[in-house]
């Protein structure tokens, strides 16, 4: 079946460190693939999308490339600030059987001042 | 422009109860999703409406049943509450279904069964 796994948190980081949170998925062809991001006490925003091999997406300096070789999707982000702790979570939507997304456990992350 | 918008926000129940959850889809979008997200997980799907009927369901029992309506907000019934079902419940929009469709996120209802 379809399932996304990524890396296990928390992620603490200090301000201006790199960023990389693992995702890795299983599905049968070719799906589209997200990252959502949840602010305390909201509910999730979008964060970038890829919806073909070799796609990166990105948005305010988070990045993601759509890796079939290797079914990744790790989110990458060069400098982190305070404001992006948050919980970050991998989904994907499957183009075969239905629309159903399906999301990873998510990654919390903290950043330190 | 309002987002997707979800009512109540907090709710106490306790077991055996029925509730019902309220969302509205941002302006433009027909299609809504409801989620289920338990603390420290992912949120799990549990069924998606467009044109007022079911077009997708997860894995969850008949317990949990909804309704979309012809101005297109939803409702999610949750009957014989248990325990296990509270969780923080979450509405999603988009337009029509599509794999490579953004899903707006309501901020979610906070259900709480004793």
């Known amino acids: 079946g379809n399932s996304v796994t990524q890396m296990e948190g928390p992620v603490t980081l200090s301000e201006e460190a790199f960023l990389t949170i693992n995702c890795t998925y299983t599905a049968t062809g070719y799906p589209s693939l997200f990252w959502y991001v949840q602010y305390p006490g909201e509910g999730l925003q979008l964060l970038l999308k890829?919806?073909?091999?070799?796609d990166k997406g990105s948005n305010k300096g988070f990045e993601a490339t759509y890796r079939k070789e290797t079914t990744s999707f790790h989110l990458e982000k060069g400098s982190v600030q305070v404001s992006d702790s948050a919980v970050y979570f991998c989904?994907?939507?499957?183009?075969?059987?239905?629309?159903?997304?399906?999301f990873g456990a998510g990654t919390r992350l903290f950043v330190k001042a | 422009d309002a987002g997707v918008t979800q009512s109540p926000t907090h709710l106490i129940k306790t077991r055996g109860q029925q509730v019902t959850l309220r969302c509205s889809p941002k302006?433009?979008?027909?299609?809504v999703s409801w989620y289920q997200q338990a603390l420290g997980q992912g949120p799990q799907f549990i069924f998606q409406y467009y044109e007022e009927e079911e077009r997708q369901r997860g894995n969850f029992p008949d317990r949990f049943s909804g309704h979309q309506f012809p101005n297109y907000s939803s409702e999610l019934n949750v009957n014989a509450l248990l325990l296990g079902d509270s969780a923080l419940y979450l509405c999603?929009?988009?337009?029509?279904?599509?794999?490579?469709?953004?899903?707006?996120f309501g901020p979610g209802t906070r259900l709480t069964v004793l």
């Open positions: 302006s433009g979008h027909d299609t």
């Open positions: 989904a994907l939507t499957p183009l075969t059987g239905g629309f159903k997304t399906i």
């Open positions: 890829a919806t073909k091999a070799d």
């Open positions: 999603a929009s988009s337009f029509r279904i599509a794999g490579d469709n953004e899903q707006f």
